[in-house]
């Protein structure tokens, strides 16, 4: 399995923003750098597909695996960029 | 007896012009859009010329969320659906969207989307591969898109038929209004210059290996040895008659009239091939003597077998240099099944100026007995015009076109 050669240790803001970019654009109703913290992905203009897409790229950038229903559980950026952290100090937890 | 079914609006993505009165000023001409492959290194491929569609962006002419889930032949395929509802002045919401579908043709998909992610798959493994993979390599995906983004909710679908499936999606597309439909978009599309799609159309062993973009694709000429590839297609709002004249449609390019399609027989058999019979069957179903048929646009599939058997089918229905015959897409290759909609769209503008485009490139070979529009554009009015389109493995379709007072 190939991972970062440094695995990163924090998921940013700025990280999920840049991911959503890459693997499913944006809508353009939507300011990505605007207050949408605690705005939910669908209302985002992301359907379920774009966040498998955005699942997808946040494991095998982070070298983590998430839950399947990470979405489900946290249907906001700010929930799903806690919930990632927590993945990723559990993860560290485990090699250390 | 139904009513009409017109042409109210066409969008064109071709490798002579994206956009109509581009891609007509380069037809009406002959200019040729034949050169290099450059969408990827064919340097090794015993094929190296392409008709591409140069300088399209796809993020200039799609909302920012469908760029990354769909494939060229699909960003293709929605431009040309913009250019052709914009043309017809019809946005969503000005007719009922159960009363309006969407039956496009495809021959390989989205084929450079379906590759990248194979490549993917095998090289990197499977958490690579993009979540839009699901969909995005599908025939079916431009229509599925085309649907979502102008809101027509009535039947829909895609035909697979090669080159006669741009025909085929259009008489799809009369049924559909013949059973009730208001407005059907339909056309076809093809990509295919990627390292999969090349590899897909070389095994099929009719590709031309010529390396001069003038010399490469020379159908019915002595010379045909094989087809260039291209990419694009087109796209047309077809319209019930009653319909189109009360919302007041502002262009009527010309009404569908006929549609014939046969399928040839097994190899070998010494029967006649089929082409002959569509032809034949689409100027009964268009009521149409094979007197009153102003230009042939040919399928021109440039080898000598599939040439000689569409000249004995032209002549045979038409007599000996019966009608006027031209293949524009000698400027841009066989563009799969955007090639036959794409000439339906040269049809009738060739009635609007009353000039038929040329064949560019061709010296007619004195086998056939064709009035071959031969290197230059010929003055004529055309009021009835014939599509032709063949498919791999047997497929032959025919359209009549006709004006519309």
């Given at each position: 399995?190939?991972?970062?050669?440094?695995?990163?240790?924090?998921?940013?803001?700025?990280?999920?923003?840049?991911?959503?970019?890459?693997?499913?654009?944006?809508?353009?109703?939507?300011?990505?750098?605007?207050?949408?913290?605690?705005?939910?992905?669908?209302?985002?203009?992301?359907?379920?597909?774009?966040?498998?897409?955005?699942?997808?790229?946040?494991?095998?950038?982070?070298?983590?695996?998430?839950?399947?229903?990470?979405?489900?559980?946290?249907?906001?950026?700010?929930?799903?960029?806690?919930?990632?952290?927590?993945?990723?100090?559990?993860?560290?937890?485990?090699?250390? | 007896?139904?009513?009409?079914?017109?042409?109210?609006?066409?969008?064109?993505?071709?490798?002579?012009?994206?956009?109509?009165?581009?891609?007509?000023?380069?037809?009406?001409?002959?200019?040729?859009?034949?050169?290099?492959?450059?969408?990827?290194?064919?340097?090794?491929?015993?094929?190296?010329?392409?008709?591409?569609?140069?300088?399209?962006?796809?993020?200039?002419?799609?909302?920012?969320?469908?760029?990354?889930?769909?494939?060229?032949?699909?960003?293709?395929?929605?431009?040309?659906?913009?250019?052709?509802?914009?043309?017809?002045?019809?946005?969503?919401?000005?007719?009922?969207?159960?009363?309006?579908?969407?039956?496009?043709?495809?021959?390989?998909?989205?084929?450079?989307?379906?590759?990248?992610?194979?490549?993917?798959?095998?090289?990197?493994?499977?958490?690579?591969?993009?979540?839009?993979?699901?969909?995005?390599?599908?025939?079916?995906?431009?229509?599925?898109?085309?649907?979502?983004?102008?809101?027509?909710?009535?039947?829909?679908?895609?035909?697979?038929?090669?080159?006669?499936?741009?025909?085929?999606?259009?008489?799809?597309?009369?049924?559909?209004?013949?059973?009730?439909?208001?407005?059907?978009?339909?056309?076809?599309?093809?990509?295919?210059?990627?390292?999969?799609?090349?590899?897909?159309?070389?095994?099929?062993?009719?590709?031309?290996?010529?390396?001069?973009?003038?010399?490469?694709?020379?159908?019915?000429?002595?010379?045909?040895?094989?087809?260039?590839?291209?990419?694009?297609?087109?796209?047309?709002?077809?319209?019930?008659e009653d319909s189109a004249r009360s919302r007041g449609a502002r262009t009527v390019y010309g009404e569908l009239a006929g549609y014939g399609a046969t399928f040839d027989p097994r190899p070998g058999s010494g029967r006649e091939p089929g082409l002959r019979?569509?032809?034949?069957?689409?100027?009964?179903?268009?009521?149409?003597?094979?007197?009153?048929?102003?230009?042939?646009?040919?399928?021109?599939?440039?080898?000598?077998?599939?040439?000689?058997?569409?000249?004995?089918?032209?002549?045979?229905?038409?007599?000996?240099?019966?009608?006027?015959?031209?293949?524009?897409?000698?400027?841009?290759?066989?563009?799969?099944?955007?090639?036959?909609?794409?000439?339906?769209?040269?049809?009738?503008?060739?009635?609007?100026?009353?000039?038929?485009?040329?064949?560019?490139?061709?010296?007619?070979?004195?086998?056939?007995?064709?009035?071959?529009?031969?290197?230059?554009?010929?003055?004529?009015?055309?009021?009835?015009?014939?599509?032709?389109?063949?498919?791999?493995?047997?497929?032959?379709?025919?359209?009549?076109?006709?004006?519309?007072?």
């Amino acid at each position: 399995m190939k991972g970062p050669t440094v695995a990163k240790t924090e998921f940013t803001f700025d990280d999920l923003k840049r991911i959503l970019l890459d693997g499913a654009g944006a809508d353009e109703e939507i300011d990505l750098d605007g207050d949408i913290l605690d705005t939910d992905f669908e209302s985002l203009g992301y359907e379920s597909l774009a966040l498998l897409e955005t699942g997808g790229r946040i494991e095998r950038e982070f070298a983590i695996t998430l839950d399947d229903d990470v979405f489900t559980d946290n249907s906001t950026p700010r929930a799903l960029i806690a919930a990632v952290n927590e993945t990723l100090r559990a993860a560290a937890l485990v090699d250390a | 007896m139904s009513a009409r079914t017109l042409v109210t609006g066409i969008g064109v993505a071709a490798p002579s012009g994206l956009g109509v009165e581009d891609f007509w000023a380069a037809t009406r001409v002959g200019k040729n859009a034949i050169g290099p492959v450059t969408r990827f290194d064919a340097s090794s491929y015993p094929s190296r010329l392409a008709g591409e569609i140069h300088g399209f962006d796809a993020r200039e002419h799609l909302p920012g969320r469908l760029v990354p889930q769909t494939d060229r032949v699909t960003q293709l395929a929605l431009a040309a659906a913009d250019h052709a509802f914009a043309d017809a002045g019809v946005a969503p919401g000005d007719i009922d969207p159960y009363g309006m579908g969407v039956v496009t043709a495809a021959g390989s998909g989205g084929v450079e989307f379906g590759g990248n992610e194979l490549r993917k798959l095998w090289g990197r493994g499977a958490k690579h591969v993009s979540a839009y993979q699901s969909f995005a390599w599908f025939h079916a995906a431009n229509s599925g898109q085309i649907s979502i983004r102008h809101g027509l909710s009535g039947p829909s679908g895609v035909v697979v038929s090669d080159h006669a499936g741009g025909l085929d999606a259009l008489a799809q597309a009369r049924r559909q209004i013949r059973a009730g439909g208001r407005l059907t978009a339909t056309g076809g599309f093809d990509a295919p210059v990627s390292p999969w799609g090349w590899a897909a159309q070389l095994a099929g062993g009719m590709m031309s290996a010529g390396a001069e973009p003038e010399r490469a694709y020379l159908p019915f000429d002595e010379d045909a040895a094989g087809y260039v590839a291209g990419e694009g297609g087109a796209l047309l709002v077809l319209e019930d008659e009653d319909s189109a004249r009360s919302r007041g449609a502002r262009t009527v390019y010309g009404e569908l009239a006929g549609y014939g399609a046969t399928f040839d027989p097994r190899p070998g058999s010494g029967r006649e091939p089929g082409l002959r019979r569509a032809i034949d069957t689409a100027l009964t179903d268009a009521g149409c003597h094979p007197a009153e048929v102003d230009v042939v646009f040919a399928d021109a599939a440039g080898t000598k077998r599939l040439d000689r058997e569409e000249a004995e089918a032209i002549t045979s229905v038409f007599g000996p240099r019966g009608v006027p015959v031209t293949a524009p897409k000698t400027t841009t290759g066989r563009l799969g099944a955007g090639a036959a909609p794409v000439d339906v769209v040269s049809a009738v503008l060739s009635m609007r100026e009353g000039l038929i485009p040329p064949t560019t490139n061709v010296e007619l070979s004195p086998a056939y007995d064709l009035d071959l529009v031969a290197v230059r554009p010929r003055t004529a009015s055309v009021r009835t015009a014939v599509v032709l389109a063949r498919g791999r493995g047997g497929f032959n379709s025919a359209v009549i076109v006709r004006a519309v007072d």
